[in-house]
């Protein structure tokens, strides 16, 4: 990814955000609501979420609040099974919470939105379809013009770094190319919203870093909103402005780091003596609720 900008990332780019208001409002007038103005909030008041057991009902995420503001990266870290993806799904409204309530663009939300980019782990790509044609997808789901599209993608394919690779399938791309798809895919609607859910988790260490770095800067040039989940101290102080610490479970929100290092940041977070300060306050809160133990 280059620093230039192209078209397919201009920082004002339309809004698709449609989600439903609880009062009823036109999907036309959330539009206008919803990421009009480029990068919205995120606000998570109270929140918890309950699964119901054969049993007895288990509780995943309990009592969490906190706000991410317009166009700032926050990582979200805690250790498996705390509920971080539980929040991310509430956080698109793809599930509700069962008390307390989530507000995107200062609107709560009682269904799923689309002015929203997801990226997992796991690819996620269909394998019968190129990476071009993946990431057009959005276009298509969405009604959106394909010619434009088509240039609008490989334009963002080449900032990226794989306009090579457009017309190859996923099973000819390494597994760090198929994740730059997939960003490419959350990114290409120019969402207001941008979801991650572990998505370096699954890649070698250099490959990782290297798209930390060009993850970084596509979000220097856009500022989006980002919610990035991880469990690496690492990748949540090497890309964050603010990382919330989660304790297992039931999953709550236990310390707020603001991270204050300049941007970019290196390869090597080593370099800035803070990044250990930074590094150790989440080993410590992970140490206080008895994550790791030494
Ligand atoms: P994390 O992403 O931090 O690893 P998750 O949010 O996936 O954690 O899950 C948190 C807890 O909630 C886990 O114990 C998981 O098994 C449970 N859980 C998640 N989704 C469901 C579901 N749909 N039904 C029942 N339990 C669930
Ligand atoms: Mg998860």
């Known amino acids: 990814m280059s620093g230039a900008a192209g078209p397919a990332m201009s920082a004002a780019g ?4 449609a989600n439903r208001s609880p009062s009823g409002g036109s999907a036309a007038a959330n539009a206008a609501s919803v990421g009009a103005v480029l990068g919205a909030s995120i606000e998570g008041r109270g929140i918890t979420k309950r699964f119901p ?11 969490v609040t906190f706000t991410i503001n317009a166009g700032e990266f926050v990582s979200l870290i805690g250790p498996s099974g705390c509920g971080k993806s ?3 799904l509430i956080a698109a409204g793809l599930t509700l919470p069962t008390e307390g309530e989530i507000i995107v663009g200062g609107r709560r939300l009682e269904a799923p939105i689309t002015d929203v980019g997801i990226v997992f782990q796991d690819h996620l790509l269909l394998d019968f379809r190129t990476a071009i044609d993946n990431i057009l997808l959005q276009h298509q789901v969405r009604g959106l013009p394909l ?28 597994g760090g190319m198929r994740q730059r798809v997939s960003i490419a895919r ?23 870093t290297q798209i930390r770095h060009d993850l970084e800067l596509l979000w220097l040039e856009t500022r989006k909103t ?29 310390e ?35 994550v790791i133990k030494y």
Not at 14 to 17: A, D, I, L, T, Y
Not at 226 to 254: C, K, Q, Y
Not at 260 to 284: C, K, Q, S, W
């Open 53 to 63: 057991g054969r049993h007895k009902t288990f509780t995943a995420i309990e009592d």
């Open 86 to 88: 539980t929040l991310m």
């Open 186 to 208: 959350a990114l290409i609607h120019q969402p207001s919203l941008l979801l991650m859910d572990e998505p370096l988790g699954a890649l070698d260490a250099i490959t990782r």
């Open 147 to 174: 010619d434009k599209g088509r240039e609008d993608t490989l334009a963002l394919m080449q900032k990226i770094g794989i306009a090579h690779a457009s017309d190859r399938y996923p099973r000819q791309l390494s």
């Open 14 to 17: 339309p809004s698709q955000g």
């Open 226 to 254: 980002v919610l990035f989940i991880t469990h690496s101290v690492e990748e949540a102080v090497g890309l964050s402005d603010r990382v919330l610490v989660m304790s297992p479970n039931p999953g709550r929100i236990v």
């Open 256 to 290: 707020e780091i603001v991270i204050d290092l300049p941007r970019p940041r290196p390869a090597h977070l080593g370099e800035y003596p803070t990044f250990n300060a930074y590094a150790e306050r989440i080993h410590d809160a992970f140490r206080r609720l008895g």
